[in-house]
């Protein structure tokens, strides 16, 4: 009995230190969140699958129907033979801040009870931010296209900056083709449209959260 106590002790480690860390990931804000639709989103499913396997998805959408549940019965729901088997994928959710935990100190002094449960507008959270990156990188990008001005050889398409097709009067130092200007028109609109696109995927994400 001594050394399972001692075990559990252990294993109850990792999260506790984080905790003393960050205070902060008690929920402070009542925050509502659709989390019907956050669901749905490709982008939120995968992203929880990459963090915690699709048993971590289980484990997410679980909770966020149920609310918060402690540990145990958790597994038993769920169809973890043990605790510690399920504890895996809590702890690597826990990392991201996507499920939150409240233990509870039990008679017996050195057992802990550990309540778990989903933080779904962090998901929407981190959904947002990867949008916002993704339009972020693009706008740079469009700056450097709007910058470069290039001339490519019809023939090998090698491309020249504008002085250097100037001084070969136009025409390609390896076979004599003619240089033509790059037309970086297409490529901005292309890239605009993503922007666009990203920016409405961008709205509807933020819509789930209501404050
Ligand atoms: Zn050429």
Do not use: I, M
């Given at each position: 009995m001594a050394a399972k106590k001692v075990k559990r002790k252990i294993k109850a480690k990792k999260p506790s230190k984080a905790k003393s860390k960050k205070?902060?990931?008690?929920?402070e804000k009542k925050v509502i969140v659709d989390t019907k639709k956050l669901l749905q989103l490709e982008e939120a499913r995968k992203y929880v699958i990459d963090v915690a396997a699709e048993k971590g998805l289980e484990i997410f959408q679980f909770l966020i129907s149920s609310g918060e549940m402690e540990e145990n019965l958790l597994a038993k729901k769920l169809k973890f033979e043990k605790a510690n088997a399920i504890r895996k994928f809590l702890y690597r959710l826990y990392n991201k801040n996507l499920v939150s935990y409240r233990k509870v100190r039990k008679n017996n002094k050195a057992w802990y009870t550990y309540f778990w449960s989903a933080n779904p507008e962090r998901l929407v959270f981190i959904i947002s931010e990867m949008y916002e990156d993704e339009i972020k990188q693009t706008n740079k990008s469009m700056e450097l296209n709007k910058a470069e001005d290039f001339y490519v050889c019809d023939i090998c398409n090698r491309r020249y900056e504008v002085n250097e097709a100037l001084q070969n009067d136009?025409?390609?130092?390896?076979?004599?083709g003619v240089l033509t200007h790059i037309e970086s028109e297409k490529v901005l609109e292309d890239k605009q449209s993503r922007i666009d696109f990203l920016k409405g995927k961008l709205d509807r994400v933020k819509k789930l959260v209501k404050q």
């Open positions: 205070p902060a990931r008690v929920r136009f025409r390609c130092k390896n076979d004599g």
